[in-house]
């Protein structure tokens, strides 16, 4: 999968609102989270729990990881919250519109791995 793929499967989801929908985050940078240095493009939609006790979120992240390679080190780390944007459509204008955004869906040949999970915050 490439990040042009994983951004428009995650920019199709804003198609199917929830009255659970509570942000959505898009974050990148090399991090070592497993012990090795990874590059990574993380796209994430956060809901609110059904339980009414529950502080907790669920976070539903499709992670797109490579290499660090040099062009990947040079855009640095970024991250940045729908809550800041008056809709998700100038969230997404936002983010397509950003140098480093358009550097990582254009870079080739860099060979990406992708994971989905579902997390509890």
Partial sequence: ???????????????????????WLVQFGVYNFTGEDRFRFSLVRQFNTADPENDE??????????EPLPELIQLGRAHEWSFEFPSIEA?????????????IMSLRPVEWEADISLDET
């Avoid at 979120?57 to 490579?66: N, S």
């Fill in 91 to 103: 969230f997404f204008a936002a983010w397509e519109g950003r140098e480093d955004f358009r550097r």
């Fill in 57 to 66: 979120y669920l976070q539903l992240e499709l992670l797109l990881h490579a």
């Fill in 1 to 23: 999968m490439t990040p042009q793929v994983g951004w428009d499967i995650y920019k199709s989801l804003s198609a199917y609102p929830t009255s659970a929908d509570c942000g």
